[in-house]
């Protein structure tokens, strides 16, 4: 399984971008997907997960209103809006995709993951 993510950028606080996140593990809807960010010399944080049928997602507290994570299963994509964008959002985004026996599951937890992509960055400027 591999993951390309991409869109990441140089961005104003309040402005808006869109991560998306290329995976091709099948069936796709079997696989859940989150999101990750770091920055230097901090361990890897969760930001937002959705599951493999799309209608179940968790977000972290600190962008619940900001953010947003969807997917097409169809396109095996996962993307990640990003909204109303602060300065410590500024950090390297990673996405995640693990295996799950249900297509209703959520993973949290970056351990669980299997599989990464490369990252992106994203700075907002304030």
């Known amino acids: 399984v591999q993951l390309q993510a991409s869109g990441g950028g140089l961005v104003q606080a309040g402005d808006s971008l869109r991560l998306s996140c290329a995976v091709s593990?099948?069936?796709?809807?079997?696989?859940?997907v989150g999101w990750f960010r770091q920055t230097p010399g901090k361990d890897r944080e969760f930001v937002a997960a959705?599951?493999?049928?799309?209608?179940?997602?968790y977000l972290q507290d600190s962008v619940k209103g900001r953010f947003a994570i969807s997917r097409d299963n169809a396109k095996n994509m996962v993307y990640l809006q990003m909204d109303r964008m602060k300065p410590e959002d500024t950090a390297v985004y990673y996405c995640g995709a693990t295996w799950t026996s249900s297509t209703r599951m959520t993973v949290t937890t970056g351990s669980q993951y299997k599989h990464w992509g490369q990252g992106t960055q994203v700075t907002v400027s304030s």
């Open positions: 593990g099948r069936p796709f809807s079997h696989y859940a």
């Open positions: 959705i599951s493999g049928s799309a209608d179940i997602t």
